[in-house]
């Protein structure tokens, strides 16, 4: 089997565990746009390589919300109940003041791209993992875009501000992704 093909069939698997754990009980629920890419969120987090925590390796993976909006929404409902390598997510609404520096992922609300645009170079992203459903996300200083295009939600992935921020994504994942290798193209 072919390493794409291996790939493939694994992203297939996983999204068929996801939608069958956001039906739960009720067969017939089919989970919406935001439980899928909440999803998708959490489990793009097993394909990334932080630093490891200081202390317990144990302590809370902490996600930091950035505005707040119906993907905040689902995001929050679906990490409360979910945990990475033994991790708890533990999610954070933040202000466009707030520290980042102890949060492991940041979601930014499309309301709120704007500002991140305007705090992205201010700030220490160190070890902090960007996410937006924006569709030029990752074309303008942020890690992982997840828009939908077409009739899927698309995986973009900035591989210069990844690695700028000392992040490791696997390259099963970048397989799958759109792969941007180059700084912002603002």
């Known amino acids: 089997m072919t390493a794409k ?12 565990s996801v939608g069958s754990r956001l039906a739960g009980s009720a067969q017939t629920a089919i ?14 987090a097993r ?32 990490l409360s109940s979910h945990t990475i390598d ?7 609404k933040l202000e466009r003041s707030d520290r980042t520096d102890d949060c492991q992922i940041v979601y930014v ?6 500002h991140f645009e305007e705090i992205a170079d201010s700030r220490s992203w160190n070890g902090v993992l960007t996410i937006s ?3 030029t996300f990752a074309l303008t200083g942020g890690i992982v875009g997840l828009p939908v295009v077409g009739d899927r939600i698309e ?9 700028q ?22």
Request: hydrophobic letters at 45%.
């Open 86 to 92: 033994g991790r708890a997510f533990q999610v954070r």
């Open 109 to 114: 609300s499309p309301s709120e791209k704007q």
């Open 155 to 163: 995986i973009q992935i900035n591989l210069f501000r990844a690695q």
């Open 165 to 186: 921020n000392g992040l490791l994504i696997s390259s099963r994942l970048l397989g799958l992704a759109r792969v941007i290798r180059k700084a912002d193209t603002r």
């Open 47 to 78: 394909f990334v390589s932080w630093a490891p925590p200081k202390g317990n390796v144990h302590t809370p993976m902490i996600v930091g919300l950035l505005g707040s909006d119906q993907q905040s929404a689902a995001l929050e409902a679906y």
């Open 5 to 16: 093909r291996s790939v493939a069939l694994t992203v297939g698997l996983l999204l068929l």
């Open 31 to 44: 989970p919406d746009e935001f439980q899928v890419r909440a999803a998708i969120i959490a489990n793009l």
């Open 133 to 135: 459903d924006d569709r």
